[in-house]
């Protein structure tokens, strides 16, 4: 149990709207699951129900054999992280700054070790020591994603719960590898679990363990890419027009979008 979270019956109701339908829901150390599903489905709001921060009115979510209203505050921040689609911050920081949120209870000498071995696995020292807020869209995302790693990190490397909300939207090619590669590989070893909001469909079909969709609030379906990845389920979920292909030299699918 303790390298499991688990949803049961979770669910959320705002007045007369249901936003997320009750789902059942396992998620274990060592996978990469990617939550997928169309605009306003309700991937966000089940991230925060997920990660503790949203209480649900049906169900509950248990982390490693506790539900969330047994943890405490800083015990949870050093089991599971979460990087937000939108992060505004409320006062001038640098981006060592916003690294170190998340390890400011640590003596200076550790929080110097950590953040040096994250800023060098993402290889962002140079945006360091500039403004936050004048870094753009892309260079943000990767101090946020320095940030959590940060937050989870162990001996020498992150373990726990990272749960990121579209964390390659602003990204450029060599950044949409190089940070689905890195968190790919930190899950291997079985320590660290990375649940992630992911839109493109290839990415999620390249790194992915598990993709779950949510579709109008409601859990569609919970697979392996093979399994969700197809030409029918993706059009009834999207509406829109698309091929999947197979390619004979590729182990997961590929989906165009047609003229
Ligand atoms: N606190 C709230 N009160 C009412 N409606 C909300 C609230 N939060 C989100 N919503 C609505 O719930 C739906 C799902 O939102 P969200 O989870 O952000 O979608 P997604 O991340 O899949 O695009 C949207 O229609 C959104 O407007
Ligand atoms: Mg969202």
Same mark, same amino acid.
């Given at each position: 149990?303790?390298?499991?979270?688990?949803?049961?019956?979770?669910?959320?109701?705002?007045?007369?709207?249901?936003?997320?339908?009750?789902?059942?829901?396992?998620?274990?150390?060592?996978?990469?699951?990617?939550?997928?599903?169309?605009?306003?489905?309700?991937?966000?709001?089940?991230?925060?129900?997920?990660?503790?921060?949203?209480?649900?009115?049906?169900?509950?979510?248990?982390?490693?054999?506790?539900?969330?209203?047994?943890?405490?505050?800083?015990?949870?921040?050093?089991?599971?992280?979460?990087?937000?689609?939108?992060? !505004?911050? #409320?006062?001038?920081?640098?981006?060592?700054?916003?690294? &170190? $949120?998340?390890? /400011? +209870?640590? %003596?200076?000498?550790? @929080?110097?070790?950590?953040?040096?071995?994250?800023?060098?696995?993402?290889?962002?020292?140079?945006?360091?020591?500039?403004?936050?807020?004048?870094?753009?869209?892309?260079?943000?995302?990767?101090?946020?994603?320095?940030?959590?790693?940060?937050?989870?990190?162990?001996?020498?490397?992150?373990?726990?719960?990272?749960?990121?909300?579209?964390?390659?939207?602003?990204?450029?090619?060599?950044?949409?590898?190089?940070?689905?590669?890195?968190?790919?590989?930190?899950?291997?070893?079985?320590?660290?679990?990375?649940?992630?909001?992911?839109?493109?469909?290839?990415?999620?079909?390249?790194?992915?363990?598990?993709?779950?969709?949510?579709? !109008?609030? #409601?859990?569609?379906?919970?697979?392996?890419?093979?399994? &969700? $990845?197809?030409? /029918? +389920?993706? %059009?009834?979920?999207? @509406?829109?027009?698309?091929?999947?292909?197979?390619?004979?030299?590729?182990?997961?699918?590929?989906?165009?979008?047609?003229?």
């Amino acid at each position: 149990m303790h390298n499991t979270l688990t949803a049961r019956q979770l669910g959320l109701q705002t007045g007369s709207r249901t936003l997320i339908n009750p789902l059942d829901l396992t998620l274990k150390l060592g996978e990469f699951v990617t939550i997928m599903g169309p605009n306003g489905a309700g991937k966000s709001t089940l991230l925060r129900l997920l990660t503790g921060f949203l209480s649900p009115t049906t169900g509950e979510c248990w982390l490693a054999g506790k539900p969330y209203a047994q943890w405490q505050r800083r015990q949870l921040a050093g089991q599971r992280a979460v990087m937000r689609q939108h992060n !505004q911050l #409320a006062f001038a920081m640098s981006a060592e700054e916003v690294i &170190v $949120l998340g390890i /400011s +209870q640590y %003596t200076m000498q550790r @929080q110097r070790m950590i953040v040096d071995q994250v800023v060098a696995l993402i290889g962002c020292q140079a945006l360091c020591d500039r403004n936050y807020a004048t870094l753009s869209g892309g260079e943000q995302q990767q101090i946020q994603l320095a940030r959590v790693l940060a937050q989870l990190w162990k001996e020498d490397q992150p373990e726990g719960w990272l749960f990121l909300d579209e964390p390659t939207s602003a990204l450029d090619l060599f950044h949409q590898q190089h940070l689905l590669r890195l968190l790919h590989r930190l899950t291997r070893n079985g320590k660290l679990m990375v649940c992630a909001v992911l839109h493109d469909v290839n990415l999620a079909a390249t790194w992915s363990d598990r993709i779950v969709v949510i579709q !109008q609030g #409601a859990l569609v379906a919970d697979g392996s890419v093979q399994q &969700v $990845l197809t030409e /029918s +389920q993706l %059009t009834a979920w999207y @509406q829109a027009e698309l091929s999947v292909i197979q390619p004979a030299s590729s182990s997961h699918p590929i989906v165009l979008l047609n003229k």
